[in-house]
C-alpha cells in the first residue's frame, strides 16, 4: 500500500490468507463485509479496534497482521469519531499472491477476526453494570 491519506476515496479490500476479502479500508475507517464500522488505522499502518485497542499492522499484500508477542503491548487510543454509513462493494478482485508469514506472525482476519469488532460487541467492551 502506498500513502493511507491518498486513499480517502478508495475502497480497498483486506484479505484473509484464505484469499477472503473481510475487512473493507475507507481511511481511515475499516468495516466488515455488512457494511459495520469494526477498527480505523493510523497513518503508520496501525490498525485498532472500535474501542481503540491495538489490533496489529497491514502488511504490503494487504492483509491485517499482528506480533504474537505485541498483543496488548500498545495503548489504548482514542477512536475517531464514528463514520459515516457505508455500503461494502458487490464484488472485489481476487487476493494477491500472499507471503509466507514469519514464525510468530498472526494473519489476524483468518485466526482472530473477533479482535475486530462492532461497537456494540467485544470482549474487552466495559460491562453495563
Known sequence: MNNLEDTNEKVIPLYASNGDAEVFLKYPYLYNRLGEWVGWVTPDYEVYSVLGVYVGFFSKDQRILSKRSLFGSKPRLMPPPPPPKFRPPAYTPLAPLFYELMIGT????????????????????????
Open 106 to 129: 498472526t494473519d489476524v482476519l483468518l485466526e482472530e477476526p473477533e479482535r475486530l469488532h462492532t461497537i456494540d460487541s467485544g470482549a474487552l467492551k466495559p460491562d453495563l453494570d
